[in-house]
């Protein structure tokens, strides 16, 4: 699975891109994780808070940064 | 169990109640009961009021911020742009300051929101209102005034800064800028289809509250004391006359140039209280320190930096004039009045 964490590089992005790398590691997810920092590119998934969370091209979490158990069951169902 | 969730706050609410109105008598208890100092003195009355107004701002900070919290998840930025959709530009412009209040918002998110609006129409005066009123009308900032000012001093903080973010979007709009945004803005083709709505239910909003509290009291707290401690010293020391004396005496320029210096310094609200408190302290006009303050969360050079990306040049220079102008007279009219 591919995983996008959008977000132009603030304080909370690099918190969630942090926290979506320990996750797949902890629960041996395969995906490829991607930063987006480029602003066109974030605007093209329509997203008007800053960090979110983009799973196989579907926009699953925007504006704020989940509990680690949040993300795990996000990337898992 | 689970279903007992909502219960929670209830519990919390009573505790809160209880602790807040017993504030006063046990400062009292401590300052004169266990430390036993001489009452009447500086130290004294100092200590007493530093051990009273800690924990009351602290708690009206944790009561108001999970409640702050707990209503922002109503509004996402969708919704509220959605609501802006296709309003007239004064409605518009009336209606994005109270939304920017109210709707969640970090600095950093200033461009994405920026380009969402602009991307579905909405007019440049109706989003600057948003992107002015967001940033300055800060709940910690509102709770602090409150909590060490009293509440007119709050209240105008928020009148005063919602009439400069409707005006100054007014004014933005009237002056038709759009050609003075960066053309690639206009390019942009987002998908809208990812918008539906996440799933909330009321226990999703509760933790949305406590969350808030967790993250904006945590990172709040230390300066809140430091700005407390600084009151305390000024408190029973500074006599009555020496603010009205200063006040009269006080010179023109001295909200322009507190303005100006604010402009390009950055803080979060709650940083900038412990030094508007030294400000009054030091007889500095409750105008000229507020709009200094306004200044300083509203506008920044940071944020202008951001904002660069997606404005041209003139129209950043005239966005930031006519806050500025704004907030100028919003002092002048606050040290008039006071």
Redesign the interface.
């Known amino acids: 699975m591919e995983i996008k964490v959008l977000?132009?590089?603030?304080?909370?992005?690099n918190t969630l891109v942090k926290l979506t790398h320990d996750v797949v590691e902890q629960n041996g997810i395969n995906a490829t994780i991607i930063k987006v920092d480029d602003?066109?590119e974030?605007?093209?998934?329509?997203?008007?808070?800053?960090p979110a969370l983009v799973v196989d091209e579907?926009?699953v979490l925007k504006?704020?940064i989940p509990t680690s158990e949040e993300l795990k069951q996000l990337l898992t169902k | 169990m689970k279903s007992f969730k909502w219960l929670w706050p209830i519990i919390l609410l009573g505790l809160w109640i209880l602790t807040y109105i017993n504030l006063q008598s046990v400062a009292d208890w401590i300052v004169d009961g266990v430390i036993q100092l001489p009452k009447g003195q500086h130290l004294t009355e100092a200590l007493r009021f530093f051990i009273f107004e800690v924990p009351k701002v602290l708690l009206l900070l944790v009561l108001i911020i999970f409640v702050v919290g707990i209503i922002r998840s109503f509004f996402t930025p969708e919704r509220t742009r959605k609501a802006l959709e296709g309003k007239s530009l004064f409605t518009g412009n009336v209606m994005a300051s109270m939304l920017g209040i109210v709707t969640p918002f970090c600095s950093c998110s200033a461009i994405p929101l920026f380009l969402g609006f602009v991307e579905s129409g909405i007019p440049l005066g109706v989003t600057f209102s948003f992107l002015i009123a967001a940033p300055m009308i800060n709940e910690v900032a509102v709770i602090l005034l409150f909590g060490m000012f009293g509440w007119k001093v709050a209240a105008i903080y928020v009148a005063t800064g919602l009439v400069i973010a409707i005006s100054a979007g007014w004014v933005i709009g009237k002056l038709k800028l759009e050609k003075h945004v960066e053309s690639w803005v206009y390019e942009i083709k987002a998908d809208h289809s990812s918008e539906e709505e996440e799933k909330i239910h009321l226990d999703d909003r509760i933790q949305a509250g406590y969350n808030a509290v967790r993250e904006i009291v945590g990172k709040v707290w230390l300066y809140i004391v430091a700005g407390i401690a600084v009151g305390a010293a000024a408190h029973g020391y500074v006599p009555e006359s020496f603010m009205a004396n200063l006040m009269g005496k006080s010179t023109w320029y001295s909200v322009p140039l507190s303005v100006l210096i604010g402009v390009p310094l950055y803080s979060n609200a709650a940083g900038i209280i412990p030094i508007v408190s030294v400000l009054i302290e030091k007889g500095v006009p409750l105008g000229t320190a507020l709009a200094f303050m306004m200044a300083v969360i509203g506008l920044s050079l940071p944020e202008m930096i951001i904002l660069r990306k997606v404005l041209k040049m003139r129209l950043l220079l005239t966005f930031v004039g006519v806050v500025t102008i704004g907030i100028i007279f919003v002092g002048f009219l606050f040290n008039a009045i006071y």
């Open positions: 977000g132009p590089g603030c304080a909370k992005c602003i066109m974030i605007m093209k998934y329509g997203v008007m808070s800053t579907k926009v504006g704020r």
